[in-house]
């Protein structure tokens, strides 16, 4: 899905960055067409959960890609394991968070849900050299 054959760490580092702020202003703009459509309330503030979650997640991957590129081939298992524990201890809390203050969560869901199909997206057709 992302191509970086041939380009420098540094040039890995400014596109994720590009990939990470393309996927900041994504969300707002999800957030902001899944506020008119489910209105105030619970819904709406449910949807920022679900994008603030597609985002944190988001930053999370990235990162932790941008970390593995300092790190021998041995140790990246072992940083995949972070990463994948990461976004899920993220997830999970976020999730019982919203659950705790009586929230629904089929709007977390589809907001993160969104944000994702933005994020394949995103690195499919923005990150590709050859486009």
Known sequence: ML??????????KQLLTRVWL??????????ALGSLITG????????A????????????LLAGTVQGLAIPI????KQRWKIYFCRLITGCALI????CLGLRVAETFLGYIALHICFFI??????????
């Open 3 to 12: 191509d970086v054959s041939g380009r420098t760490n540094e040039e890995i």
């Open 22 to 31: 393309r996927q900041v202003a994504i969300g707002l703009l999800i957030f």
């Open 40 to 47: 105030r309330g619970a819904g709406m503030i449910s949807l």
């Open 49 to 60: 959960g679900g994008v603030l979650w597609g985002v944190l997640d988001g930053g999370i």
């Open 74 to 77: 041995e140790e990246s298992k």
């Open 96 to 99: 019982i968070g919203m659950l």
């Open 122 to 131: 995103n690195l499919q057709y923005f990150t590709n050299p050859k486009r």
